[in-house]
């Protein structure tokens, strides 16, 4: 038998790359067809997704990826910041192996930053938070800080970051370079700094204009009648 597609997995993963906006309905019917699945399936994984908190289910409308208010933005950056501080904090030691898989990471970074595709460059700078709890030897910290990055990179998205990736990019640099020194503290003093940076480029004072996509469908329509 054929294995069964990972349809959560693929679903947060497009979500890590920028390629599905908040608020996006994900209709089951569609999602079938696409992965060749019953919607029985979707429907399962879908809820999944929802017990994460990455999706919500509306009434007769049917299951959308999550729009986070101002105040569970705010909550998602602290909770990663906790999780990500402790983690390293609490780090005796870390295998060569290990650093040179980040080494690895932060150099792939550069090279999508420096390409200039926003996918692929979202997708690895997210991912980075992923792969350090990976690397050192936590999967279910790893799959904690999944959940919350695809939640962060929805916040950066609908609050309109004006984060640079290119320092984002030198923060997780510095980051393996202490971690590499040994000096586990101060590599959670800069994590702490760079999510505060992060947080800290987005202005959640702004109310999320929920129906920008569909305005920006309707006005050449707009304009044309009114000429």
């Known amino acids: 038998m054929a294995d069964q597609p990972n349809i959560e997995e693929t679903v947060t993963a497009a979500i890590l790359a920028g390629r599905i906006q908040p608020g996006a309905r994900l209709g089951e019917s569609k999602l079938a067809e696409l992965f060749k699945v019953s919607r029985t399936r979707i429907r399962e994984a879908m809820m999944k997704m929802e017990a994460r ?7 007769r409308r049917g299951w959308f990826v999550i729009e986070p208010s101002a105040a569970e933005a705010r909550a998602a950056f602290h ?13 005796r030691s870390i295998a060569p192996e290990a650093l040179a898989t980040l080494r690895q990471h932060v150099e792939q970074e550069r090279i999508e930053v420096q390409l200039g595709g926003t996918h692929a460059r979202t997708c690895a700078l997210g991912d980075f938070h992923v792969h350090l709890a990976n690397t050192v030897g936590n999967p279910l910290l790893a799959d904690i800080l999944l959940d919350l990055t695809a939640r962060t990179v929805l916040v950066s998205m609908l609050y309109q970051s004006t984060e640079d990736a290119t320092a984002s990019n030198h923060d997780h640099a510095g980051i393996v370079d202490a971690l590499e020194a040994g000096d586990f503290p101060h590599a959670a003093v800069l994590m702490a700094e760079h999510i505060d940076r992060v947080e800290s480029s987005l202005d959640l004072t702004v109310e999320p204009d929920h129906l920008a996509a569909l305005r920006q469908i309707l006005t050449p329509v707009a304009s044309a009648k009114s000429s």
Request: cysteine-free; aromatic content about 0%; charged content about 25%.
């Open 53 to 59: 908190g990455i999706v919500r289910v509306s009434a």
């Open 79 to 91: 909770a990663r910041k906790v999780i990500e501080t402790g983690l390293l904090r609490s780090l």
